[in-house]
């Protein structure tokens, strides 16, 4: 989660969204010198009534541009390596394998521990079907696409098609 700040550049009148975290410094009057001591602060503690400064390199455009505090919001984010295991087709055999427990991969993912031993453990032997089968790898292949950035569903995809590419 990250707290980002709206800051609006008084000069101009544009905003910009910035993270809380920015470092910041008092503005002086026009005509004063802010030779001294001048404190920095992180943006997230400046009031809205505030005019200050950007003292970053992060934010170029704004160095030494009057800005005050427009609003703030949390942001959800989450960093999503660039090296994230795609989800096989729900076709694929394996799918099947780990739904019907001939495969044991050791699950981490709780929602797919829950389908497979709440839903369809106990349906399955009963039915046993192509159609059914099918049905259940087709829901774990949904599950497991709607949560793929979720580090648990990596690490299980890993494990299953890992575990299974060594018995095909």
């Not at 920015?22 to 809205?48: E, K, N």
């Not at 795609?86 to 050791?106: C, F, I």
Request: aromatic share 10%.
């Amino acid at each position: 989660m990250r707290y980002m700040m709206t800051v609006k550049d008084l000069g101009s009148g544009e905003e910009h969204e910035l993270p809380a975290d920015t470092v910041t410094r008092d503005a002086h009057a026009p005509g004063q010198s802010c030779a001294g001591r001048v404190p920095l602060l992180p943006l997230g503690f400046r009031p809205r009534e505030a005019v200050f400064f950007v003292h970053s390199d992060r934010f170029p455009n704004l160095r030494g541009k009057w800005l005050q505090v427009c609003g703030a919001r949390f942001v959800l984010y989450r960093r999503v390596a660039q090296c994230l295991m795609q989800v096989p087709a729900s076709s694929d055999r394996a799918w099947t394998e780990v739904v019907s427990e001939r495969r044991r991969p050791g699950l981490s993912f709780l929602a797919a521990k829950l389908l497979i031993a709440g839903r369809w453990r106990p349906r399955l032997p009963r039915d046993p079907s192509a159609a059914l089968a099918s049905k259940a790898s087709a829901e774990l292949h949904a599950l497991f696409a709607a949560n793929a950035t979720c580090p648990s569903v990596q690490r299980d995809l890993h494990a299953i098609f890992s575990f299974y590419s060594h018995f095909n």
